[in-house]
């Protein structure tokens, strides 16, 4: 499952967006940074029902004074359950989040039935 980059949307309250995934099938994050601003996206989730696999960050090609671009996030779901990720948009010399994304990922078992 992939979602999509959000570029442009600054809202303060979170909009929690429902994501179906399976045991052992990764899904994908996108997420626009502007890293001329000093944004950073850092993610909080339960590490027992997800792995971070990639976090990769695609700069769009532009003049060199301007450094933005799309961040992707890459997890695995560990067990079956619900689970929740929390991304911040944080900048450096602020104590609170710019911004907040958050995810709501409904894990289903991977459908393998027992035996072979």
Known sequence: MTTSPDEGSHSSNADVK???AVVGRPITIHL???RTR?????PSYDAASLALLGDEYLR??????VDNGTRT???QPIK???VHIIFEKRMGWKFTAEDRRVFSISVSGSGL???L
């Open 80 to 82: 079956p359950g619900n």
């Open 32 to 34: 626009w940074e502007d």
């Open 113 to 115: 039935q027992g035996g």
């Open 18 to 20: 429902a994501i179906q």
């Open 38 to 42: 000093g944004e950073q996206w850092v």
């Open 60 to 65: 769009v090609a532009g003049n060199n004074a």
């Open 73 to 75: 996030f890459e997890f």
